[in-house]
């Protein structure tokens, strides 16, 4: 399953709500049941968290469609002589 950072976001989001209403409830209620079950979306959102996030698309991650000047940038070594310039004919 892969989510969207957006969509990791609102998720976490909507966990720690239901965390945070879980603890209300409690103290509504003065029973301390519901704090027992707080601590499940808390550990959902570990889980949440560490999913995969969807791909971008391809044309922004694929490193071996480089254009033809950064491929000759990254092909020479750092330490070799600069290229003679071309006599022109």
């Known amino acids: 399953m892969t989510l969207s950072p957006t969509s990791k976001l609102l998720f976490t989001l909507a966990l720690f709500a239901v965390a945070v209403a879980l603890v209300a409830v409690a103290s509504a209620v003065h029973e301390a049941a519901p704090l027992f079950f707080a601590w499940i979306p808390l550990l959902t959102v570990a889980w949440v968290l560490t999913r995969p996030e969807s791909a971008a698309p391809e044309e922004q991650t694929s490193p071996e469609k480089e254009s033809p000047a950064e491929a000759d ?10 290229p003679s310039p071309e006599p022109s004919a």
Do not use: E, W, Y
């Open 73 to 82: 940038a990254a092909s020479t070594d750092p330490k070799a002589p600069p």
